[in-house]
């Protein structure tokens, strides 16, 4: 079965300064993975996504990620936040014949001046 | 496009009570999916709809809940009797994937079971 894995439930950065959030997953089969941002009160929104092709994949707002099929790892980079980046960020992963997405348990960013 | 709506945005409901959650996906979408969000477990998925018909209710955590597609452009989930535990956010998404390979999701219902 598939599943993803959030390193980080929790990553307080100051403004400007670079973050990294850690994602791994499990699957013996390709995967397309994704990464959605949950502002407070609100829906889940893509920010990029790895189908195939280029492992670095760049998205809204200045993220982007990087997919290591050796680590089984998609971790999300920006070099430098904002305030406005405060917000939950979800992994997800899907197969490319079973299109439901499996969510990991999200990392809290909290951006400080 | 709209996006996907939901409806209502918030809903407080005694314990007992029928409640009702209701969603519409984005027009031409073929797949739709039910998510509760709870700060315990996360985002779950409780079931999804391919051409209205449903796939998978793995997820779907009692009989007291049941989810509908009667046509493509609408759906519901129905929890019967509810319960305190069932408070959580409850999401609708939908895809199109020979298109978008992603879901777009609505903005939520926030259920409190009192």
């Known amino acids: 079965a598939q599943s993803v894995t959030q390193l980080d439930s929790q990553v307080p950065v100051f403004e400007e300064a670079p973050v990294e959030l850690r994602c791994n997953y499990s699957?013996?089969?390709?995967?397309?993975l994704f990464w959605y941002v949950q502002y407070p009160n609100q829906g889940l929104q893509l920010l990029l996504k790895y189908l195939s092709g280029s492992t670095l994949v760049k998205g809204i707002n200045g993220f982007e990620a990087e997919f290591n099929k050796s680590q089984t790892s998609f971790h999300l980079r920006k070099p430098s936040v904002h305030i406005s980046d405060t917000a939950e960020y979800f992994c997800?992963?899907?197969?490319?014949?079973?299109?439901?997405?499996?969510f990991g348990a999200g990392t809290t960013v909290t951006v400080r001046a | 496009d709209a996006g996907v709506i939901q409806s209502p945005r918030h809903e407080v409901t005694e314990m007992g009570q029928e409640v009702t959650l209701r969603c519409k996906p984005i027009?031409?979408?073929?797949?739709l999916f039910w998510y509760r969000q709870t700060m315990m477990r996360g985002l779950e998925l409780l079931i999804y709809f391919n051409n209205n018909v449903p796939i998978d209710d793995s997820g779907m955590p009692e009989d007291r809940f049941s989810a509908k597609m009667p046509n493509a452009s609408f759906s519901t989930l129905k929890i019967q009797p509810s319960e305190p535990r069932d408070s959580a956010v409850y999401f609708c998404a939908s895809s199109f994937p020979r298109k978008n390979t992603e879901a777009f999701f609505g903005q939520g219902t926030r259920l409190t079971v009192v």
């Open positions: 027009s031409g979408h073929d797949y």
């Open positions: 699957s013996s089969v390709s995967v397309y």
């Open positions: 997800a992963v899907s197969f490319s014949n079973d299109y439901k997405l499996s």
